[in-house]
């Protein structure tokens, strides 16, 4: 069953970022990218946060479109592992203290 925190941030989620995940996948990005900023991908982000990757495939559209992720070129072509890299700067910066404040 999931926790009251974890629902009371899912709410606060989605009245401020319009998405009941997005607050779980910023801040599985930044766990995953903690130590440097090596690419993550989709898969990896579920995985961590504990979603699935339908849920989490809009929102890493949405921060790719805000600038805070840019893809990197795939390795082995079209059907390879699309990864992303957290662009650094003010934004990104506001968006991990946000959810850093969130409950749980």
């Known amino acids: 069953m999931q926790s009251e925190a974890a629902d009371d941030r899912r709410s606060l989620s989605a009245a401020i ?8 996948v910023i801040r599985a990005i930044v766990d995953l990218t903690q130590a440097g900023n090596q690419g993550v991908t989709t898969r990896m982000i579920a995985r961590h946060a504990g979603l699935g990757d339908s849920i989490v495939r809009p929102v890493m559209l949405r921060l790719q479109s805000a600038g805070t992720l840019a893809t990197r070129p795939r390795d082995h072509g079209s059907r390879s592992a699309l990864h992303y890299e957290v662009q650094p700067g003010d934004l990104w910066d506001a968006l991990r203290r946000v959810t850093e404040a969130l409950p749980g």
């Open 17 to 24: 970022f319009g998405n009941r995940a997005a607050a779980d």
